[in-house]
């Protein structure tokens, strides 16, 4: 795994290939922003319950866009997000995602534990104040992305740094 930061560029664009047949259309739109000098990274995600729903896997968001990515010739970076996984849903994600989008559903509006409670500081882009969730920590640790070639990570270490990011008291 990489120690450098993940760096998504400034415009970064979540494509929602339920079916993973739109992939190349939609990278095709990538190439085209670019050609009139706007530079977009696709970022393809796909939710585990969308996969159940349709019966799919993640490996097969990943071969849609790998594939759309060799047929365009498409050379800038690209990346697979882990939609609304947790816990029980990471280990799917972990082999084929680039980064992972925590699902909190299923705390909203439940009361804290006292227990692993305790004051935060909210941090705003103008405050000095640390912020209580190391996003940039978590980034720091994800491999980065710029070509077809997919690095190979770890798995165990990828489900534990998602395991601690889910289990740690905020």
Known sequence: ?????????KFSLGMGDRFAHEAEAQLAACLAAKQLG??????????????????????????????????????APYFLDADHI?????????????????????FIAQPADPARSRPSSIATPNSSAPSPWPVSTV???????????????????????VRSIVTSPR
């Not at 795994?1 to 560029?9: D, K, N, T």
Request: aromatic share 6%; charged share 25%.
């Open 38 to 75: 706007v530079e977009i990274v696709p970022v393809w995600n796909k939710s585990n319950r969308e996969h159940n729903i349709i019966g799919s896997e993640p490996t097969s968001t990943r071969i849609a866009a790998d594939a759309a990515v060799k047929a365009l010739g498409w050379t």
């Open 1 to 9: 795994m990489s120690s450098q930061p993940l760096v998504i560029g």
């Open 86 to 106: 947790g816990l029980k849903t990471v280990d799917r994600f972990v082999g084929v995602s680039d980064f992972f989008t925590i699902d909190v559903a299923d």
């Open 139 to 161: 980034r720091s640790r994800l491999p980065a992305r710029t070509s077809s070639a997919r690095p190979r990570s770890s798995s165990s270490r990828c489900r534990k740094l």
